[in-house]
Structure formats: C-alpha cells, structure tokens
C-alpha cells in the first residue's frame, strides 16, 4: 500500500531530515513510527502527502508512484489519504457537521449522500448528536475525534496520524488508539507517528523507528547504494 | 451534483461572505462605484456635446452682414441673387428692423434701445449651403467673393467654430478614454487588493482544504465569484451614482440650452450604456481576482 524505496529529503536549510529510507506496508496493516522529536516522523508523513517531495528515492501510495506528481495530481493523491493532526486542524467558524463535510464538499459529493456519510463516521467517533456544535465547544478528545471522522469520512484506504494523542490524558488517548485500531479492522492501512510506546505494547503492532532520519527498526533490507 | 449547482452553491456562499462583513463591502462597492462613475460621467458629457452639435455638422453656415448704409432693397437683391447659386441650398434675409425686433425681445436691453435714435444693427442674410458643398477652400472662396461687394461688411463662415468644436472634443474624447483607463487600473488594485486581504484572511481553512485534496480551482472559485459580485456591485452603485447626477443636472442644462434657442434634452444612461456598465464592472471583477488569486493562493501551502 505504501512503498518507500532509498527515500532521502533534505531541506532547504540543508537538514537531512530522512536518510536511505526503505520499508513497506501491505494492505490493511496498522503500523506504529516511532522515534524522538526531530528525528524525521513528520517529514516521513508529509512525503506520503506529498507535503514535501522527496529529493532522492521512489515512494509508492496505493500503487501509484508519487515521486513525479504534478500540482495538478496532488488533490486526488490526498483524497486517497486520511489524515489526522496534532493540533486537529479544523475550521472553528464551522460546525461539526461542515468541518466533517469538508472532504465530500471538495469532493463534489451530492448532499444526501454527504449528510449520510457524515453522520455515519460521527457515529463511528461516537459524537453523534453533536454535529451541531462548533469544535471550541468540544473537549480535546472530542475535537480530535472529529479530525478523525473527517479523516475517514470519504473512505480513504490510509490513514495517518501525527501524535494524535499527544495533547490527551492516558484514558482518552487509549479511546483514540482504540478508534484507529477499529478502522485497522475494518480493513484500512494505519499508519500512526507517535512517542507513546504504551499504545505498542497494548495493541501489539509492528514498529517502524527513526533515529535521527535512518529507519533503525521494521525498515526492508536494502544494499546500501 | 450538477456542475451548475455547485456554482450556484459557491455564487450564495460568496454573497454570504459579503454580507457578513457589510461595512467593509459597502466601502469597497462605493469605492468601485466612484471610480466607474467617473468614466461614465464624462462619457455621458461628450455623448451629450456631441449630440448637439451633430445638428450643423455636414452643412456649413455664412453669415453676411451688411453695411449699416445698405438699404432693405440692396439687401433684398443680393439675397435673391445669392439664393440662386448653386452653393446655396437656402437663404434667409433677416433686415434691420427684424434683427432688432429680435434683439429687443431677447436680450431684455429693449428699454436702452428706446433711446438710440437710429437702429444700431445691420440687415444680415443667412446662407445655409449645400451638404456636398462643405470643401473648406470652396467655402472661402465664396465668402471672399461676397466680401469684395461694396454693401457687404463682412461675410462669415459659421463652421469655423463648429470645426474647432469638434477637434476639442476629440481632445476630450481622448482624454477621457486616457482617464478612463487609468480608473479602470484603479478599480482593478481595489478588487484585487480586497481578494488578497480575503485570502490572506482565509489562509488557514484554503491551507486545509489543500491538505484534504482540494483541486487549486475549488479554492478559487470563490475569491473569483467574490470579485465578479464586487465589480457587479460597485458597477450598480455608479449607475445609481451617474443617475444622480444627470438628474441633478438635467435642469440646469435645459435652462441653458432654452437661453440658447435649443431643443435638446440631456440624455441620461441608457440600458444598453447600463449593461455595459454591468459588464464591465463584472469583468474587472474577475479579472482582479485572477490576478490575487494567481499571485497570493499558491503561495499558500500546508506545512
């Protein structure tokens, strides 16, 4: 589902941020990418985005290759990707209902069917009935579950996620993980970038780990060019 | 969904945007509406000029004035005979007492005229000449011809005036055309200034609309569909504006153009000038916010 292949991004500054980088993801699997801050989880995600481009290397995202992708190209690329933030990114002049709409509107997706769909991935976050509100109403938790129900809203076969628990107590974080785990089961590739390795050890899953832009750890072999 | 709907979707929600903030519309809308008031305004001006003075074009006028010695029957002769050249299509003679007559009634100086003992005005003929004899060279050749008469003081060509006229107002209509540009520039920096300040006002939700795979012409389509509304707005507001005016002025003029013996009435705005007008104001629109958009909306990208 997802390919890297010798990836390597350097900024502009002149940061390595990931160095030879090799691993893939199969179908319906749910992986964990771990590492310290700063040691390239984030550039790893944006370059499945296609946030950033790679500077050397081949990716691969649900069996297109992204490397060469025009402007024009990218949209439809992150349509086939749900992704939930840190900070949740959602719009706080909007209500629930339209922050969750957000993909299907840009989609072209008719309004019966939207409402249908959105309802439907609310009620999978469990804030069904809220839809109403606006995200500053919303504790943390509940605002993050809305970045998730907008995520998953048009079904994207992946779904990432940038420390999705990194502004929650244990309790709420383990509810979070246990949404992901439950889209994981229903048979989407979840890709999860975060430092809690309590959420490894509980849902036992496979590890990727950076350290400092090297995968140390789940990477594929791969001669040293 | 149909393409159409979702136009009219995206058109309702930049109207919505409008309205949401209605003080800095109504200042934008004016603004527009000043600076296309203008152009039109002089337009209306060098239409109207123009109208007037379409009456004498193509038929030059000589006046001929006689000595104040010339006695109505001289007066009488050489009309008859000018009347019968080919030049002359019709003449008129006005005598002495007729121009006084006249004068008397007009001028309101009918009191101080008592007191002259003699008529202080000459007996004039006016000749209007034919339309395919309007040769400039033609012109003065007959007015020196009439000239060299000894009852003649002077023999006059009117057109000179009106041939002076029209090269001022090609001045004008040039100037205006120069003038009108320059507003339009005007019209096109507020519009587009007003779409920048949008989008940078919006940076936030295009950012992450571009993250949830919004094509580059989704996000446009509402700045774009804003500064069609904005130039249709600020265009309604100058007709309203020009409107005004013309009515304000229509009075004036008639009292003028009644001093001058005229009939003429000032033509306002008419519906195709109007439309126009609205065409304009919707293709500055767009073509200001395709210009901000261009500029500011790829520069924004998620990080």
């Known amino acids: 589902m997802i390919r890297f292949a010798q990836v390597s991004k350097r900024y502009e500054s002149g940061h390595d941020a990931l160095k030879n980088v090799s691993f893939h993801l199969d179908k319906q699997e749910m992986v964990f990418l771990i590492g310290r801050s700063g040691a390239g989880k984030s550039t790893l995600l944006k370059l499945i985005t296609r946030v950033e481009s790679a500077t050397r290397g081949q990716l691969i995202v649900n069996e297109r290759n992204i490397t060469r992708l025009t402007r024009r190209q990218v949209p439809y690329l992150r349509r086939e990707i749900g992704v939930v933030f840190q900070d949740h990114k959602l719009l706080h002049d909007r209500t629930v209902f339209d922050n969750v709409a957000l993909p299907l509107v840009v989609a072209g997706v008719g309004h019966r069917e939207t409402s249908r769909r959105v309802r ?29 129900a907008r995520a998953v809203v048009n079904r994207p076969p992946i779904l990432l996620a940038d420390e999705p628990t990194g502004n929650l107590d244990p309790e709420l974080s383990d509810e979070i993980m246990d949404i992901f785990h439950q889209f994981y089961q229903f048979g989407v590739t979840v ?13 036992n899953k496979r590890v990727l780990e950076l350290e400092q832009g090297r995968l140390v750890r789940g990477g594929d072999e791969q001669a040293e060019p | 969904m149909s393409y159409f709907v979702r136009h009219a979707q ?127 060279s033609a012109i003065e050749g ?26 001022i107002l090609k001045l004008v209509e040039r100037s205006v055309a120069l003038l009108a540009v320059l507003l339009v520039l005007a019209v096109v920096i507020i519009i587009s200034n007003t779409i920048r300040l949008a989008i940078m006002n919006r940076r936030d939700e295009i950012e992450i609309m571009k993250l949830i795979g919004a094509t580059e012409r989704f996000i446009r389509r509402p700045f774009l569909y804003g500064g069609v509304l904005q130039g249709l707005l600020g265009a309604l507001c100058a007709g309203a504006i020009v409107s005004v005016c013309v009515r304000l002025l ?52 998620p990080k």
């Open chain 1, 120 to 148: 439907a991935a609310l009620d999978k976050v469990d804030l069904l009935g809220k839809e109403r509100l606006y995200p500053i109403m919303l504790s943390g938790g509940e605002q993050q579950r809305v970045g998730i």
């Open chain 1, 191 to 203: 890709l999860i970038a975060t430092h809690e390795h309590r959420h490894i050890d509980r849902l």
């Open chain 2, 10 to 136: 995206v058109l309702l929600s930049s109207l919505g945007q409008l309205a949401r903030a209605p003080g800095s519309t109504l200042m934008t809308v004016c603004a527009i509406g000043i600076t296309l008031a203008l152009p039109t305004l002089l337009y209306l001006l060098v239409e109207n000029v123009e109208n007037v003075s379409r009456n004498w074009q193509g038929r030059a006028q000589v006046s001929v004035f006689l000595k104040l010695d010339a006695t109505t029957q001289q007066a009488q002769n050489l009309e008859r005979e000018l009347a019968q050249r080919a030049e002359v299509e019709s003449s008129q003679l006005i005598t002495a007492q007729q121009a006084l007559e006249e004068f008397r009634a007009q001028s309101g100086f009918g009191v101080a005229l008592d007191i002259l003992s003699d008529n202080p005005l000459p007996a004039s003929i006016l000749l209007h000449l034919n339309s395919d004899y309007n040769q400039p």
């Open chain 2, 142 to 167: 007959l007015i020196a011809e009439i000239n060299s008469r000894p009852e003649v003081d002077l023999a006059q060509w009117d057109m000179a005036w009106i041939k002076r006229l029209h090269v």
């Open chain 2, 250 to 301: 229509r009075d004036p003029i008639a009292e003028l153009v009644m001093l001058y013996h005229g009939d003429f009435t000032t033509s306002g705005i008419d519906l195709r000038a109007f439309a126009a007008l609205l065409v304009a104001g919707a293709a500055l629109g767009w073509l200001a916010a395709r210009a901000a958009v261009g500029r500011y909306l790829s520069k924004i990208e």
